[in-house]
């Protein structure tokens, strides 16, 4: 009966070393856990950097052939004007 608990016992022991060896070693469920977790982070990261992409994309095609959006923006953003057109100036009422 001695015997049966002690192989018994050596047998959990065995058991729970394995159990530790896969969960906590190095490339163990634990490590990839995380390493799961940075590639859905760098997923998330990837998809809206091609977002930003198609935007920059979607930018440089009206800048090269959309003549009035060229235009709008060099009025509104830097402030310019056609040769044959006046600027009135208001003074600011304090």
């Known amino acids: 009966m001695t015997r049966k608990r002690i192989l018994i016992a050596l047998g959990i022991l065995i058991l729970y070393a394995f159990l530790f060896v896969i969960g906590l ?23 809206a950097l091609q977002k930003e992409n198609d935007t920059l994309r979607l930018l440089i095609q009206r800048l090269k052939n959309d003549v009035g959006f060229l235009e709008n923006i060099a009025r509104t953003d830097l402030g310019m004007i056609r040769k044959d057109e006046v600027v009135i100036l208001r003074k600011k009422n304090r």
């Open 25 to 47: 070693s190095k490339r163990g469920a634990v490590d990839l856990y995380q390493l799961r977790l940075e590639r859905d982070r760098l997923r998330t990261e990837n998809l």
